[in-house]
C-alpha cells in the first residue's frame, strides 16, 4: 500500500483534502487512496458521492476492501459525469448490445462456412439436376440447395452502425 498517499519527507495534503481546503490529518481516510498527485480522481467522486458519504463508506469497510471499493467508486463517478442517467449501466448495455451484434455476426459467418464446404461436397455435374437422393446424407437434410448460387447468410442483416464505437474512446 502507498504510504498513505503522501510522498516521503513532504506534509502535502492528499487529493481529498487539498479539495477540500482542510488540514490533512495523519490519520486520515483518504490520503492512503486519493493521494495528491491525482486530484481529478477525488473530484469526479467527490461531485457525485460527496465527501462525506465517501468517508461513511470507507469507515464502515475493513482496510483490505477499501482499494477496491475506493477504483469502483472512481469507475462509477466518471461513468457518471460521462453518463448523468445510467452512468455504468449505460456503459453495461452499450457493452452487452456491442457482443449481441458479434455473436449474431459469428453465427452468420459459422453458418456461411457451413454451407461453403456443404457446396464442396456435391458433384458438379450433378448440379442441374441435384434432388435429395442424389445428395450426400448431410447435403439432404439441409434446406439449401446446391444449384443456389447466392448465400442466404448476408453479413448486411446485421447492424453494424455501432460496433466500431468504442466506450473507452471518450
Known amino acids: 500500500m502507498k504510504d498513505n498517499g503522501r510522498k516521503p519527507g513532504t506534509l502535502s495534503p492528499c487529493a481529498a483534502c487539498k479539495l477540500l481546503r482542510r488540514r490533512c490529518a495523519q490519520d486520515c481516510v483518504f490520503a492512503p487512496y486519493f493521494p495528491a498527485d491525482e486530484p481529478q480522481k477525488f473530484a469526479s467522486v467527490h ?7 465517501v468517508n461513511k463508506m470507507l469507515q464502515e469497510l475493513p482496510e483490505h476492501q477499501r482499494s477496491d471499493a475506493v477504483s469502483s467508486m472512481v469507475y462509477e463517478a466518471n461513468a ?8 455504468c449501466v449505460g456503459a453495461i448495455s452499450s457493452l452487452q448490445q456491442q457482443i ?22 456435391v458433384p458438379t ?11 450426400p446424407p448431410a447435403a439432404a437434410s439441409s434446406k439449401f440447395m446446391p444449384s443456389q448460387s447466392k448465400s442466404f447468410f448476408c453479413m448486411d442483416m446485421v447492424d453494424q452502425g455501432n460496433i466500431s464505437e468504442s466506450l473507452w474512446s471518450y
Open 125 to 135: 455435374s450433378d448440379l442441374g439436376t441435384s434432388s435429395p437422393q442424389n445428395l
Open 100 to 121: 449481441d451484434s458479434l455473436q449474431t455476426q459469428l453465427a452468420l459467418a459459422q453458418a456461411e462456412v457451413v454451407h461453403m464446404k456443404m457446396s464442396q461436397f
Open 47 to 53: 461531485k457525485v458521492f460527496g465527501a462525506s458519504n
Open 80 to 87: 457518471r459525469v460521462r453518463d448523468p442517467v445510467y452512468g
